[in-house]
């Protein structure tokens, strides 16, 4: 079933059912002021953090998943009869409510029609303000005159903390208050405590100001508008249509104005809410005369627009496949941007419960993002680095607002997880590639507890810290966990992947000294690779694939002896991108993933599941089969399977396992799925599931960053590197070729490549304006701004 479609040219997902499997989300504002909202017009909003500046209430996990949200109800003053301008919550039969949704890039758009009445409200938090805006256009195309009453609804929490607003209500029912000053809705949580100007939301102040018309009456609290026994589909108030002007005093409070309109036939009014931070002094006012008009608030949407479009704009690229162009050119780019915004705590699933950068999420994210926000990714990635700590491994969260680099504790020895400060491996070289800084690399930056170091240094330390850390056979202890959070080795049972992990930063190290010429250096890394590859091949491989770990007591996990998760996916793909495989067992561990692990939605993370392996070693066995990390399809490996096999050559492989979970494969197909075309998500539950082919945890997940890297740097094999750009795609044979138009250094360039004779890789010359240079390196001296450069895929 299809619920919708692409729209590339406008960069938006057009939503034509509104009755979507579950509710498809999409994100308003910036990092100070976030929004979600779906395209039934739920979600809630905050400052800067959703579990303690939230104040746009969301009820968890209720039916559906998305309500409240910001709603405008319609009240027919003749007839009674009322209904909604998103299809929800009301809800009216839809064979007579059409409702179309555009989800654009940090703007929602709900289209919709009932009983001759055309309903328009767009959604927006205005490019760097922290107030957002509603605005709702209201048109009659009936033959007669018609007069409509318009309710705004919204529920805004009592107090910031998402845990006391939702449980502790002993507490939050009697803390916040509502009160109309000057026509403007005035809230707040501690209502006798002042307000710190620099911090508008603490305590918690918010206003909303209705403005197009004079606010006929208005109610703050929820059981008035509601009923104690009324719905979100049926508030009591709306029987009758008359509100109070009652300004509660503790319970729930609801942002309730009601605007009467009188249209004529044809007629269009036009109506704007504008919902922010601060009081109706300290900032409503302001705000209000600034932006509160029709005029400044269409600016203020194409200015958003253009500025989100601009970013979007460094990678597009022409391919055969259209679904797979919407997600490189608007949707996983964008995806990707939320995801290095929000890491993981803040969307309809995690609705708060996470907090700060989970560390090895969010260096990992930046490989989402490098084409996109270049320089500006510096400061970002900086935090990251002071979120080492001086003995090489990291602290598992960092938060952002309040991080002191130099006075943080370090983790305790036993929460350290082995991964977190490999990743760097992988995106500081792609942020130096990405913009030629390499003097980034003798930047000197504090550790998280004490000490400092250059960012090679921290690299070092990186490496260090796992080769200090060696179990009974040489390779890497497991620690709290590997990348997979449920890998509990312990300190002496070994990680696998960590043992690629390492091997392959040991490579990235040695070519960043030869880069520097420190070959002291380089030799250091070198000499360790090659002590590390003996430990590996002693141990690792298992006749057809490579094992998973090794536990404390030495029993080897990932072997054929064993009945359950006797092939995992990760440590096949990264023997491959690590090159620790020979040729030979590479070939046998791709082989060996696709039979024990593919499935038609992509491939299970290791198989069989676990049932019976102890939760000390797999802490996986406590999920149902067939999803999460037992034996579902975790969507952030796909991505390195996809990488292996266009390293190994094998374009058409890549491309079938990449089609398996992209989004836009299953647009068509939504009721797979069930969540957004459009967004990655982070599992899907395997056929071992009675659930098959469901996928879970839209937007915030790994997944993003590295599908748009395997896509655009290993597929279509665009890569910067720190002397040019490395022109090495791998695609599917049919593909007879593609275009990239990519803004690197600087520069806008134009990549054509052709594949006439239907192979999957091999570029022997690159032609650049006409001038032919050997081997498949676009060199920074050739690139010049507006450079057509062509190639031919010929096979090896
Ligand atoms: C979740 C976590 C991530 C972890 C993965 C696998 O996505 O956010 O940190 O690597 O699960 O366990």
Redesign the pocket.
Same mark, same amino acid.
């Given at each position: 079933m299809q619920f919708g479609h692409f729209d590339d040219e406008a960069k938006e997902y057009v939503v034509t059912r509104p009755d979507t499997p579950r509710p498809w989300s999409n994100y308003l504002g910036s990092t100070e002021y976030g929004a979600i909202i779906t395209n039934n017009a739920g979600g809630y909003s905050f400052y800067r953090s959703a579990a303690n500046g939230r104040f746009l209430r969301l009820r968890s996990n209720a039916v559906p998943l998305d309500q409240p949200g910001r709603y405008f109800y319609l009240r027919d003053r003749q007839s009674g009869e009322f209904w909604s301008a998103s299809w929800q919550p009301v809800g009216k039969p839809l064979d007579r409510y059409k409702s179309v949704c555009r989800h654009g890039t940090a703007y929602t758009v709900i289209t919709s029609q009932y009983d001759s009445i055309e309903m328009e409200a767009t959604y927006f938090v205005p490019l760097g303000q922290t107030f957002e805006c509603w605005r709702l256009r209201v048109t009659n195309r009936s033959q007669k005159a018609r007069t409509i009453s318009v309710y705004t609804y919204c529920e805004f929490a009592s107090v910031g903390s998402l845990y006391n607003d939702l449980v502790n209500l002993q507490y939050s029912m009697f803390v916040n208050k509502a009160d109309m000053i000057d026509g403007m809705l005035a809230i707040a949580s501690h209502p006798y405590e002042p307000m710190d100007p620099a911090n508008p939301a603490s305590p918690g102040r918010y206003w909303m100001k209705l403005i197009g018309a004079p606010v006929a009456a208005f109610e703050t609290l929820r059981d008035h508008f509601l009923g104690n026994y009324g719905t979100y589909a049926n508030p009591e108030a709306l029987a009758s249509g008359k509100l109070t002007n009652f300004q509660t005093a503790g319970e729930n409070v609801v942002g309730v104005q009601q605007a009467d309109l009188d249209l004529k036939p044809g007629e269009t009014r036009e109506l704007l809410i504008l919902l922010g931070l601060g009081t109706p002094d300290s900032h409503g006012k302001a705000v209000v005369g600034q932006f509160g008009n029709p005029q400044r608030c269409q600016i203020e949407l194409d200015k958003l627009k253009q500025s989100w479009h601009s970013l979007l704009e460094s990678v597009r690229v022409k391919t055969p496949d259209a679904e797979f162009d919407s997600m490189v050119n608007v949707w996983n780019a964008y995806n990707a941007l939320i995801t290095y915004a929000w890491s *993981?705590s803040a969307s309809l699933i995690y609705n708060g419960e996470r907090d700060g950068l $989970?560390f *090895? &999420?969010t260096v990992q994210d930046f490989l989402g993002v490098t084409a996109s926000l270049k320089e500006k990714m510096r400061d970002r990635l900086e935090l990251m680095l002071t979120g080492q700590v001086e003995s090489g491994g990291a602290m598992p969260l960092l938060k952002p607002f309040s991080h002191k680099p130099g006075h943080e504790p370090a983790p305790a020895k036993e929460h350290f997880r082995s991964d977190d400060a490999l990743w760097f491996f992988n995106a500081v070289p792609a942020y130096v590639a990405e913009t030629g800084e390499s003097d980034f690399y003798n930047k000197v930056l504090p550790y998280a507890d004490h000490g400092q170091a250059t960012v090679l240094g921290h690299l070092r330390r990186a490496l260090e810290f796992n080769l200090e850390r060696v179990g009974r056979n040489g390779l890497p202890c497991g620690l709290a966990a590997d990348?997979? &959070?449920?890998c509990n080795l312990g300190y002496t049972g070994e990680s696998v992947m960590v043992a690629f992990q390492v091997r392959f930063g040991l490579g990235v190290y040695a070519d960043i000294a030869a880069h520097l010429k420190l070959p002291q250096e380089e030799k250091w890394a070198v000499d360790q690779r090659e002590k590390l590859d003996k430990a590996i091949q002693g141990i690792c491989w298992d006749g057809q694939w490579f094992i998973w770990a090794t536990g404390k007591d030495g029993t080897i996990y990932g072997t054929k002896n064993l009945e359950e998760g006797k092939v995992y996916i990760n440590t096949q793909a990264w023997a491959v991108i690590s090159g620790a495989a020979t040729p030979a067992q590479a070939a046998l561990a791709m082989k060996s993933m696709k039979e024990y692990l593919f499935t038609p939605y992509g491939l299970m993370l290791s198989a069989p599941p676990f049932e019976k392996t102890p939760k000390s070693i797999m802490g996986g066995v406590v999920y149902n089969k067939g999803i999460k990390?037992n034996a579902g399809i975790?969507n952030?490996p796909q991505s390195w399977a996809v990488m292996a096999e266009c390293i190994l050559g094998h374009g058409d492989q890549a491309y079938e396992y990449y089609r398996a979970f992209m989004p836009a494969a299953y647009n068509t197909r939504a009721e797979i799925r069930q969540i957004e075309p459009y967004a990655h998500a982070?599992t899907t539950y395997a056929t071992c599931s009675p659930n098959a082919g469901k996928a879970r945890v839209p937007w915030l997940? $790994?997944t993003v960053a590295w599908s748009y890297f395997a896509a655009v740097q290993y597929i279509l094999g665009i890569r910067p590197e720190i002397d040019g750009l490395r022109i090495d795609p791998c695609i599917p044979k049919a593909w007879p070729g593609f275009e990239m138009r990519r803004d690197f250094r600087g520069r806008k360039i134009t990549i054509k490549i052709a594949n006439p004779s239907g192979k999957c890789k091999g570029i022997r010359n690159l032609k650049v304006n006409g001038k032919i240079i050997p081997g498949n390196l676009l060199p920074i001296s050739e690139l010049t701004d507006g450079a057509v450069i062509e190639a031919r895929i010929e096979g090896d």
């Open positions: *993981r $989970g *090895r &999420d990348w997979n &959070d449920c990390e975790f952030h982070q997940t $790994g």
